[in-house]
């Protein structure tokens, strides 16, 4: 059964810094290709960035590009997003989500398979 764990998240104010983070288990996350999503109040889950897995492959949305970084650690199972300069428009549940195969890149959402159970982040102004 895989497993996925995120943390991390909380209230901060426009301009800080934030790090997620998603613990895995019960798989092997060395194989496959991660991603972070988010929702906001009223609206569609989105794909904000995506790693492959190696890690050594990444994508990020235009709305966070040069803000946000994704990275893993392959050897302690973890996959991270950085957060920088957060605005008030980036308050939203944060999923990580594991890619199946075969996916595409970055991916659908339907492709991918298994998800955390989220974690809030609000950006107040």
């Known amino acids: 059964q895989v497993q996925l764990v995120e943390s991390g998240g909380g209230v901060v104010q426009a301009g800080n810094s934030l790090r997620l983070s998603c613990a895995a288990s019960?798989?092997?996350?060395?194989?496959?290709?991660m991603g972070w999503f988010r929702q906001a109040p009223g609206k569609e889950r989105v794909v904000v960035a995506a790693?492959?897995?190696?890690?050594?492959?990444?994508w990020h949305a235009d709305s966070v590009k040069g803000r946000f970084n994704i990275s893993r650690d392959n050897a302690k199972n973890i996959m991270y997003l950085q957060m920088n300069s957060l605005s008030p428009e980036d308050t939203a549940v944060y999923y990580c989500?594991?890619?199946?195969?075969?996916?595409?890149?970055?991916?659908?959402?339907?492709?991918?398979?298994?998800w955390g159970q989220g974690t809030q982040v609000t950006v107040s102004s």
């Open positions: 790693i492959s897995w190696s890690g050594k492959t990444t």
């Open positions: 019960g798989s092997d996350f060395s194989s496959y290709s």
């Open positions: 989500a594991r890619a199946g195969y075969g996916s595409s890149w970055p991916g659908l959402e339907y492709e991918y398979d298994y």
